[in-house]
């Protein structure tokens, strides 16, 4: 048996990690005509318990001259005693299936977590006259916010040092998940802001997995948490540059962030300063990044209207700064009298302008309507602008060109004045250097405005990340941390030949005339893991012509060509990358053969927006058939044995998995759904759930009739093949999720058991967290040893040796599955607005494009 990896794929917030095993058992008796059919041969015994099967009751929908029965639809009722019921009764025969794993799960377990480091810390980074810095303690399961005094005289060198060393200055704890897990269970939190002046901390903290976050506010000075100012339902914090007034958002009934309130401590009244009443926007606030100005903006999926307030009168009024029109955003920044715009608003003028690429405005303060606005700051051909970042003497950019993530540096002030398009190019701008062209850029917190570095993770799928200074005044820069894997042997792989990682530096660097003033420090043992590890990019060309990115990772040593297991991973929605930053979990996976597969199709991000608007909407199907397509390629390529392929979905890409074993059901021999959105047009046709009318841009609106016959020619849940024999599937749920209902897992498992071959669909199983939210279990070590966690089913050394342990498929070939560990998770500081160290959030939540983390902070929308 070999073992199905569950690499999440989140965009949104968190990185969690689930260890869940299958097993594929018999049919102890035929329950249906179509179990006559199956020729899948097991040769082991079922548990002891058979799958539990839920009541049906009748339930009639209509839309557009169509009838159907969804006999399934009571389970959206989740008070309903009887739903409850089954759930757990589904629990009992997930663990029933697996009950012989232990020690398989054990072994992995420890092998997977011998690769952890005692402490997880995140470098200080310095914000006034404080070093800010979050670790998480030995032995702990989340993180904690701490603060040192930094001197001058101690210097930036000197502190980094003692940081590392465990310092001789007193350390202040700012605030502790821990204490607040165990008073709760749980606890998500939200957002974090330190005021301007360091003496308060506002955060929100959700301790039920609802999403449901409570505003606290923490005085440092004193330590305690204020009980006056206190608010549920809040998104977004923006401190005013007095440090006494505080601004937030909060949701209405259907989580939807539509009111900006500001709160003024030691008052007993909040101030409404703005109401979204539009039910398609979210309101968000956040400050420009010289804290001069706090923006609210009120954004749709693909629209946005801005206003602005100024920080040191901050209940002096707001001021738009362009009316909302269809498909146009916008995005602001402030220096020195100049608004910085990034904008996708067609320009009349320049061809390039009216595209609706992303691109670069400038224009003064008085002058904000789009007619006065000055140099129009454009990419070279090939090259899409996703984000900016602003400092006092310097722009940094985030370029993305070829699927390959760039960021580069502009001297601030632009000394030109006139109206004008100028190249990128034209500026002299500094490109940061990275180790190699596989590796993505994920910018830090970096909330210094006076700061003359930039600081910055480079992540690539088969390298340990290593976090970057870039000093942007003198073109140099140093690698300050580099991830740990421990119990690695440094004895790599070297008989297939290998790019030197400095080699790789200097090439991608080769034109830049400052190449001989890179400084390299830190490097350790990257070059071992470049031997042994390769990770290719391809285009496969997808049913329409259009070429669909794929990267491929796997162990030179181990790989067997066209025997190897394989993963295929996809998301495919609201622009997102897919994540494929490191993770020294896979080693467990490539050491033993396994090839792991990220397909970007259609519908995710990656280069301009087009190839969002190709997999949205009426043309979502096309991220079914990209996927279908990069899965055929691995095969067909030989890089995975036909009949061991799998396939995992998380949330939103669970639809793309789904759509797709409903088309091909042989094509996968197991598949994982977590929290999966299954059930696209019951979703869609309710609009009183959450985040549903926001989805109407992404999916499509269920009420048009030409949305309807799109949405019902893939949704999984309307479309699942009866009397065929459907692959193994694990999937999970959460029963306080608020993104995605627990019933739509729920009511995927029960009519694939019902309606497809019986004795294949004993091995799907549904697995259900029944405390936890959208991102299931927190904390380092909670996904991994806690009682939730599941067990793997037999060991990967039977599948290496031929075992019986198999079943049989239709054809004869033999096809296993086995699920996976997710340990731990990695914490690091993000980005979330101006002049303020947030939460340590996992690897997952942090390692996203710049771009999709700011406007998702920015516009309120949850994905």
């Known amino acids: 048996m070999f073992p199905l990896a569950l690499l999440t794929a989140n965009p949104i917030v968190k990185r969690t990690y689930l260890t869940l095993s299958f097993r594929l058992v018999p049919a102890a008796v035929c329950l249906s005509f179509y179990s006559t059919i199956c020729r899948r041969k097991f040769v082991f015994s079922a548990p002891a318990i058979d799958p539990p099967v839920p009541k049906k009751l009748p339930f009639e929908l209509t839309a557009h001259g169509r009838r159907w029965n969804d006999p399934y639809h009571w389970m959206s009722n989740i008070d309903d005693p009887d739903f409850v019921s089954y759930l757990k009764q589904e629990n009992l025969y997930a663990e029933a299936f697996m009950d012989n794993t232990h020690d398989k799960q054990k072994e992995l377990f420890l092998e997977m977590t011998s690769r952890m480091p005692a402490k997880i810390s995140t470098p200080p980074e310095r914000w006034g006259p404080w070093l800010y810095y979050q670790y998480v303690p030995e032995g702990k399961d989340y993180p904690v916010l701490c603060r040192k005094l930094w001197t001058d005289e101690e210097g930036w060198v000197t502190s980094i040092i003692n940081y590392v060393k465990g310092g001789t200055r007193r350390e202040e704890i700012l605030l502790d998940w821990n204490e607040i897990a165990e008073r709760h269970g749980y606890v998500h939190v939200g957002t974090c802001r330190v005021s301007p002046d360091h003496n308060f901390l506002a955060y929100t903290i959700d301790t039920t997995g609802s999403e449901n976050f409570m505003l606290q506010v923490k005085d440092l000075r004193e330590g305690h948490v204020n009980p006056k100012l206190s608010a549920d339902g809040v998104v977004s914090l923006a401190w005013a540059h007095d440090s006494s007034n505080l601004f937030y958002t909060v949701s209405d009934k259907s989580q939807r962030p539509y009111k900006v309130l500001c709160t003024k401590i030691g008052s007993k009244h909040d101030s409404i300063i703005f109401t979204e009443d539009d039910p398609n926007f979210c309101v968000d606030i956040t400050c420009t990044k010289d804290g001069k100005f706090i923006t609210v903006n009120s954004n749709s999926r693909n629209s946005s209207e801005v206003y602005v307030v100024d920080a040191a009168s901050p209940l002096d009024g707001l001021k738009i700064i362009h009316k909302r029109v269809p498909g146009v955003q916008y995005f602001l920044e402030h220096h020195y009298g100049f608004f910085y715009v990034l904008t996708n608003y067609p320009m009349s003028g320049d061809k390039k302008l009216l595209d609706r690429n992303y691109y670069l405005a400038r224009c003064g ?138 080699g790789e530096i200097l090439a991608h660097v080769k034109d830049d005339p400052n190449k001989h003033n890179l400084k390299i420090e830190g490097v350790k043992n990257l070059r071992e893991f470049s031997v042994a590890y390769s990770c290719e990019m391809h285009e496969v060309v997808s049913h329409d012509g259009v070429r669909v990115p794929l990267t491929v990772i796997y162990s030179r040593a181990a790989l067997q060509k066209a025997q190897s297991p394989g993963i295929l991973q996809a998301y495919g929605a609201y622009g997102e990358v897919l994540d494929k930053s490191w993770c020294a979990d896979r080693l467990s996976l490539l050491d033993r053969g396994w090839v792991l597969a990220f397909a970007d199709v259609r519908g995710g991000g990656g280069g301009d927006s087009s190839w969002h608007e190709q997999g949205s909407g009426v043309r979502k199907i096309n991220s079914v058939h990209d996927f279908v397509t990069c899965s055929k390629y691995l095969i067909d390529k030989g890089y995975v044995q036909k009949e061991k392929l799998a396939a995992i979905g998380y949330s939103a890409g669970s639809l793309v998995v789904g759509a797709a074993i409903n088309m091909y059901q042989d094509l996968f021999c197991a598949a994982i759904l977590k929290v999966p959105f299954l059930d696209v047009c019951n979703t869609l046709m309710d609009s009183s759930l959450p985040l549903t009318i926001l989805d109407y841009e992404e999916f499509g609106n269920p009420e048009i009739k030409h949305h309807f016959e799109s949405i019902m020619k893939y949704a999984p849940y309307d479309n699942i093949a009866g009397g065929l024999c459907y692959p193994a599937m694990l999937v999970t749920a959460s029963f306080n999720d608020s993104r995605v209902g627990v019933w739509e897992a729920a009511k995927w498992v029960a009519k694939v058991r019902e309606i497809t071959c019986t004795n294949c669909s004993r091995s799907v199983i ?44 239709r054809d004869g070939t033999c096809a296993c599955l086995l699920a996976v560990p997710l340990p731990h998770q990695r914490f690091r500081l993000r980005h979330e607005g101006n002049g303020s160290p947030t939460s340590i959030v996992p690897e997952k939540a942090y390692a996203q494009s710049a771009k999709r983390e700011r406007q998702a902070a920015r516009t309120g929308i949850k994905e």
């Open 766 to 809: 549904l697995k259900t967290e029944m405390n936890g939210g959208h991102f299931a279990e927190g904390g380092r070590f909670g996904q991994c040893i806690s009682s939730r966690t599941f067990k793997y089913k037999n060991s990967i050394e039977d599948f290496k040796a031929g075992s019986n342990l198999s079943y049989r498929r």
């Open 365 to 502: 303060v008085e002058d904000i309507c789009s007619a006065n606005w000055q140099n129009i700051f454009l990419p070279s051909e090939g090259t899409s602008l996703q984000d900016m970042d602003i400092f006092n003497e310097y722009l940094v950019l985030f370029l993305h060109k070829k699927g390959c993530s760039r960021m580069c540096s502009i001297d601030l002030p632009v000394d030109i004045n006139c109206k004008q398009v100028i190249q990128i190019e034209d500026l002299n701008p500094w490109f940061f250097p990275v180790l190699s062209d596989l590796c993505q850029m994920f910018p830090c917190s970096n909330h210094n405005f006076v700061a003359s570095s930039y600081r910055a993770v480079l992540s690539s799928p088969v390298l340990p990340d290593v976090i970057v200074d870039y000093d942007m005044s003198r073109k140099r820069f140093s690698i300050i941390y580099q991830d740990e894997v421990l119990g690695v042997s440094s004895e790599a792989q070297t008989e297939s030949p290998s790019v030197s990682i400095n």
